[in-house]
């Protein structure tokens, strides 16, 4: 017997979770797994690394496809592993990893004892257990591959290296038999048969088996288990290097005494297998870097809290929001918080000096710029990384004047008759993109004009107006009254004659936090009718902050003689768009006569009020 090599020591058990792994990983935890701490199929893949021919590393690989169990094709080396995922880290603390990985590794140990390893992959499993904190993107998880700690009676005797001895083989299975007596010369796709049980017995006296494993792989050690337990003498192993084009081939030995004890079912080795951390038996920390679950909380929702919670619906919902903004700005990120990213503004206005203080959306470098599509930006910016937030479409801004009663256009001017035209075109064809429409301006003539196209267009229309510390929020649905429903007095310009502190929005600061919120969730309620969790809908929500009331009315009746909603205004519109806009701008008076208002005064002036407090009785 030639001089043996040195006692084998075998490479460490090494794990590659990709990236792409870990993102599938908590996409599934999220929505598909949620609380459920049982073990879980998985998938993975011996992968060789090499450098210009030389071997670097084997390792177990880990990417998105690992999920997909159904595949279990041989082709593709895969092997079949467990998957838990401890819901907390204490869990995964006290998890009883030794017992975990030995009833792992006692299967295998009975599958070769009860002579039912058909097949090459049947000799291997690895478990894999993993904590992730989703909250920050952090996983906490260790892979073991169960191996067997025994006296092995294995000797390595001669490794030596064949180069251009055999052609690009389709190799099926990490491990097959060749049905070859020497490997000296060429190895054919026909010298290849299946590795199984049979099979190795029948060549026991001359067994060959080729491999994709390199010299001293972690994965021979469950292999030469195995064949010892076979009584094998002397076995051949030839490893394939697809990268260099050769074989090493590896001759073994083993030297049996009359205690042959291994080869009894009764043999009980120890099971290790747990993978290493920079030298340390522990557990392996990822930190999933420019990635974000910004849905994170709508999915932990429907895990207890709201399981009915329709998330798609929301992710395809288009909101157009008239105005950017203080309101603007908090309605915007509120969808944003509810999974609704097919934002657009509108607004005319451009960033003051003093908007950033109050308006969240804004810095100081946007100072000057449109609001319309400064929001759309900086929007953009908390849910992606800057290299593709000019990729998005689906949240936008347009810098566009909304026509009001009042606000006159010069028709003796084509430019500005033009910019009319494009301004009222465009934003009814926004109207006609989007699903519900929220006003979020800062006049009563500039809600004028959107109130009337979400009564003409069949949109659900939420206005949300302020006052120093009062808000009201008035949902227009068909059949229900619109804003302008509760006045008897007809938009015309406000910001006439003004002074500063009547031209702004003067208003105690959180009035603007919590009305657009409510607006928000009013939205949310009326997407989600049928789960009472979300609470009443309501068609009128009127709040202050100085005595912290609400008023609420579930249902308001439309005005006969509304000025924005009533069938009068509707038809003069539909009729000519164009004329009757430019009218009622130039001429806010008109719509008195067209919604019959007049009429109305008329009816009300030919009634008798007359009223004498002496009738009056004190029942004290």
Known sequence: MNKELDTIKYYPFQSNPTREFWVELSRKKIDEYKLNDDILPINGKFIN?????????????????SFETSNESENDHIVKGHLKILNTKEDFKKLDKASLLNFYGTQIRENMYSSEIHKPLNLYTFIMIVYADLKYNKYIYWVGMPSFIYKTRCKLYKNYILYGVYEILDI?????????????????????????????????????????????????????????YLSITKVDIIHVNMSSMSYTISEYEFEYKENHFISSSLFRPEISGWEMSKGKMKPKIFHLTNTQFSNLNLKLMKWRALPALNISCLSSMKCLLIGAGTLGCHVSRSLLSWGIQNITFIDNGIVSPSNPLRQTLYQYSDIGKP??????????????????????KKIKGYKLEVPMPGHIIDQTDISSIQEFEKNLTNLIQLFEDNDIVFVLTDSRESRWLPT?????????????????????IIKQEKGLGCYFCNDAVAPENSSKNRTLDQQCTVT??????IAASIAVELLI????????????????????????????????????????????????????????????????????????????????????????????????
């Open 452 to 472: 009337l196209l979400g009564q003409v267009y069949n949109k659900t229309v939420i206005n949300v107006a302020l006052g120093f510390d009062t808000f009201l």
């Open 525 to 620: 309620g009326i997407v989600h009718k049928n789960i009472e969790k979300l609470g009443t809908l309501y068609n009128q929500i009127r709040g202050t902050i100085g005595d912290y009331k609400y008023s609420l009315s579930s249902h308001s009746n439309s005005f006969k003689y509304c000025t924005s909603c009533s069938l009068n205004v509707i038809k003069y519109f539909e009729v000519n768009p164009v004329k009757c806009v430019l009218n009622i701008s130039n001429n806010p008076g008109y719509l008195k006569e067209i919604s019959g208002l007049n009429t109305f005064y008329e009816e009300l002036s030919g009634l008798n009020f007359d009223y004498n407090l002496e009738d009056e009785t004190d029942d004290d």
């Open 49 to 65: 690394i090499y450098n210009n021919g030389i071997f670097l590393k084997e390792e177990l690989k880990l990417d998105e496809k």
């Open 371 to 392: 609001k319309a599509t400064q929001a759309a930006y900086r929007l953009k910016q908390i849910i992606m990384p800057e290299s593709d937030i000019y990729l998005n």
């Open 508 to 513: 105690r600061p959180g009035v603007s936090n």
């Open 172 to 228: 099926k299975c990490p491990i097959m038999i060749v049905n070859k007596k020497k490997i000296t010369d060429k190895i054919e796709q026909t010298d290849l048969i299946n590795f199984n049980h049979e099979n190795i017995l029948k060549h026991k006296k001359n067994l060959n088996i080729l491999v994709t494993f390199p010299v001293y792989s972690y994965n021979l050690k469950n292999l030469i288990f195995y064949l010892e």
